[in-house]
């Protein structure tokens, strides 16, 4: 036997080894859907079902503008479920029969990115007000150190938890009951300066600021491996009645007893169902 002919032969050996070996893990059928790029097992053909339904689902919250907050923020969970969904590592060549015709999943999941862009631009037609924490950031010290940073800062919302993995979620208000809105601000404390007045006013836009922060509130944070203290003021953000869209927070899930988390003003239960208190 020539050279040539026993490297043949030896990669028959190996491909004949590999096919028993995935014979003998996924069995003939799912062997043959493996190859074909199909679900083999109930669980995968449920996820495959679940799948194509979110999809459809975020077909359809498409077409119209939501009519009410809840429905735009249900629409664009879904939409962000749909384009993140996962299971396993062959998910992504499966096929699924959609209203858009046969996709791949991995050709899906982008479109339900595209879809939640598209649902955030239209909104919805229901007004509510808004409220927003507003920390301004009065400047930084190095541990070890005694002066600090003159560089002013603000956060917005920042001591509120995100809704993962809604893409974009964060907007610069949640919305809240339009009966807890104050009638107007209030005079900002002796330890507020003009720049720092100014900064808190500049990120509530249009709304109404109350300041809330008579000193400072030190958080401690690392970076480059130093340690450093960063001290905030910290006020309150108060918006009017405003169509809900793409400036307002996705709520986050309600607690087990469908109560609103802390820190939060508003949340959505397992029902899909928008809580404001």
Same mark, same amino acid.
């Given at each position: 036997?020539?050279? /040539?002919?026993? &490297? ?34 109930? /669980? ?14 975020? $077909?359809? !919250? ?14 664009? &969970? ?12 062959? +998910? /992504? ?14 050709? !899906? @999941? ?8 598209? &649902? ?6 229901? +007004? ?7 920390? %301004? ?36 208000? @949640?919305? %809240?009951?339009? /009966?807890?809105?104050? @009638? ?12 720092? *007045?100014?900064?808190? !006013? ?15 509130? &030190? ?26 869209? !793409?400036?307002?927070? *996705? ?8 109560? $609103? ?13 928008? *809580? %404001?208190?």
């Amino acid at each position: 036997m020539s050279l /040539e002919q026993e &490297i043949l032969s030896m990669k028959k050996m190996v491909l004949a080894g590999f096919v028993l070996s995935s014979f003998g893990l996924l069995g003939c059928g799912g062997l043959l859907m493996l190859a074909v790029g199909g679900p083999s097992s109930p /669980e995968d053909k449920a996820w495959v079902d679940s799948f194509t339904k979110k999809y459809n689902g975020t $077909v359809e !919250a498409t077409k119209t503008q939501s009519a009410t907050a809840e429905a735009y923020f249900n629409a664009l &969970i879904l939409a962000t479920d749909c384009a993140h969904s996962s299971h396993g590592q062959l +998910e /992504e060549g499966w096929t699924v029969d959609t209203v858009d015709g046969k996709l791949r999943v991995g050709e !899906a @999941q982008p479109k339900c990115t595209q879809m939640g862009n598209s &649902i955030r631009t239209k909104g919805s037609s229901e +007004e509510a007000c808004g409220y927003a924490t507003v920390e %301004v950031v009065g400047g930084t010290q190095r541990a070890g150190f005694t002066e600090w940073t003159s560089k002013v800062d603000v956060k917005v919302n920042d001591d509120v938890s995100e809704r993962r993995p809604v893409y974009r979620a964060r907007g610069d208000r @949640q919305v %809240v009951s339009c /009966e807890k809105m104050p @009638q107007k601000g209030n005079t900002p404390p002796p330890i507020w300066k003009k720049e720092y *007045v100014k900064a808190a !006013a500049d990120a509530c836009e249009d709304g109404t600021v109350v300041y809330t922060g008579t000193e400072w509130q &030190i958080h401690n944070y690392t970076q480059d491996g130093n340690d450093y203290l960063e001290r905030r003021l910290v006020a309150e953000c108060w918006h009017g009645k405003k169509p809900v869209g !793409a400036t307002f927070s *996705v709520p986050l899930a309600c607690a087990k007893d469908g109560s $609103v988390p802390e820190l939060s003003r508003s949340c959505i239960t397992t029902e899909g169902k928008l *809580v %404001v208190p």
